[in-house]
């Protein structure tokens, strides 16, 4: 055993030590919720083109049940942040899986597209709740030097369920129908519940700064289980419990207020970006001329690049200023959409350069889940986190619903990828202005 730490110097021991088994197992979990999240959310865009054909739904009407499930992860984000906050991110994260899992089964039986979309809202907020959360739980149990990689590793458990959506959208809708995509995906959600249970922990900056009921026992439970010895005693004073809603106008005072409103904007831009190229690529690309399982394909790829391109970010963040690594991917994501559409005179061609798309923009949101937990202090963290993603997620909301208009007015895919290739590049010119201030969060912790 270490000797006991100092009792100001928690967080800075978490920081310097070395990444302990139980961590990395922290951030595992953190990462399955995650390959769960990203199966639940992305199956509309692998189900869309069988649904819209069963019902007859127009290109407008696609785009708004694509939307539907972002709405819900906006007003997620947003309301359930601060509960987490609150009393607990394991507890959150539990009831959270519960609802998205009930809502995916629910939505593999709707019989027409409002009760699809209502059930898409609820899914969305169960899922709204867990990516605030987990990424948070994520980085708190990181160490300063893999803070990048176990954030982005959660981005490629995101990139990893998409890719099982794909895989199982191309086996099971032409045997069984769409429903049976939305069945397997709230199965297996639920499943995952009793081993979130066992392996999720309680954050331990939630501990030290809120200080529930047997606070100290639990924070030495948590330490003896990292290799650490235990606490005398809590450190510091006992805070002054705020109301839930107190973080938010923490978020916009003069210490954070030039970090809250760049992340936010940045979200925004990454996220319509994003959620236009993951959203809308199965379907763009039939509309280019391939064949609806070459379209499903091209999708799959997109999310199979992001499995590395997230893990590699996290790598080179290791190394080098996260900022400059995510600008770089920015304006080579930008790159790569102007060009994406063009490519697909050649099927290999279009595939390859799908799959580099994928690692880039999936690296972008990455990054940006990166920085943001260690912008803000452990008693706002989850609301700041949360409150970004639900900025985000507007961005992300307006771009399939905004797509599938410009599409209905005879906008051309090409013209469609080169307008987010611009998104892409104001992107990259925020994160080079978002510089890390001297006291970039309310309580000191290191960044």
């Known amino acids: ?143 300063a030097r893999w803070r990048g990689l176990a954030v982005s590793l959660n981005s490629t458990g995101y990139a990893i369920g998409a890719v099982l959506g794909g895989v199982l959208a191309a086996t099971l809708i032409g045997q069984l129908g769409w429903r049976s995509v939305f069945l397997v995906g709230g199965l297996a959600t639920l499943a995952a519940v009793p081993l979130v249970w066992w392996r999720l922990p309680e954050s331990l900056d939630f501990l030290l700064v809120r200080r529930p009921a047997g606070a100290l026992e639990r924070v030495n439970a948590l330490l003896a289980r990292m290799g650490h010895a235990a606490l005398p005693a809590l450190p510091g004073d006992a805070p002054a419990l705020t109301g839930v809603a107190a973080g938010y106008g923490a978020l916009l005072r003069p210490a954070l207020r ?18 236009f190229v993951t959203s809308w690529t199965p379907t763009l690309l039939v509309e280019a001329g391939l064949s609806p399982d070459a379209g499903i ?47 697909t005179s050649s099927l290999a061609v279009a595939f390859v350069v799908a799959a580099l798309v994928g690692l880039f923009v999936n690296g972008c949101g990455a990054g940006l889940y990166a920085m943001a937990p260690t912008s803000y202090g452990a008693d706002v963290r989850t609301t700041g986190v949360g409150t970004a993603l639900a900025v985000g997620r507007s961005g992300a909301i307006l771009a399939p619903t905004l797509a599938g ?21 104001g992107a990259a010119v925020l994160v080079l202005l978002l510089r890390r201030s001297g006291a970039p969060t309310t309580q000191g912790v290191p960044a």
Do not use: K
């Not at 009792?7 to 953190?30: E, F, H, I, K, N």
């Not at 601060?82 to 009930?102: H, K, N, Q, T």
């Not at 409103?261 to 996220?271: A, P, Q």
């Open 297 to 343: 394909a091209g999708g799959t790829l997109l999310n199979v690049g992001g499995i590395f391109g997230a893990a590699g970010l996290g790598l080179l963040a290791a190394r080098f200023a996260l900022r400059h690594v995510l600008a770089g991917y920015l304006l080579a994501t930008a790159v790569l959409l102007a060009v994406f559409i063009a490519s």
């Open 405 to 425: 208009a410009l599409l209905d007015g005879g906008a051309t895919p090409q013209s469609l990828y080169l307008l987010f290739a611009a998104v892409f590049v």
């Open 258 to 275: 030039r970090t809250t409103v760049l992340l936010w904007i940045s979200f925004f831009c990454v996220m319509a970006g994003f959620y």
């Open 1 to 143: 055993m270490r000797p006991p730490p100092a009792t100001d110097t928690v967080r800075r021991l978490l920081d310097d030590a070395p990444m302990s088994r139980y961590q990395w197992g922290a951030v595992a979990a953190c990462v399955l919720l995650n390959v769960l999240d990203g199966f639940d959310v992305l199956v509309m865009a692998f189900t869309g083109r069988s649904v819209a054909t069963e019902w007859g739904l127009s290109g407008s009407q696609l785009g708004l049940l694509l939307s539907a499930g972002l709405v819900g992860m906006a007003a997620g984000s947003v309301l359930i942040g601060p509960w987490a906050d609150r009393i607990g991110r394991r507890p959150i994260v539990l009831g959270c899986l519960v609802v998205a899992g009930l809502a995916m089964l629910a939505s593999s039986a709707a019989q027409s597209p409002g009760q699809l979309g209502a059930l898409r809202l609820v899914t969305g907020l169960g899922v709204g709740g867990i990516l605030a959360t987990s990424n948070v739980v994520a980085a708190e149990y990181a160490s």
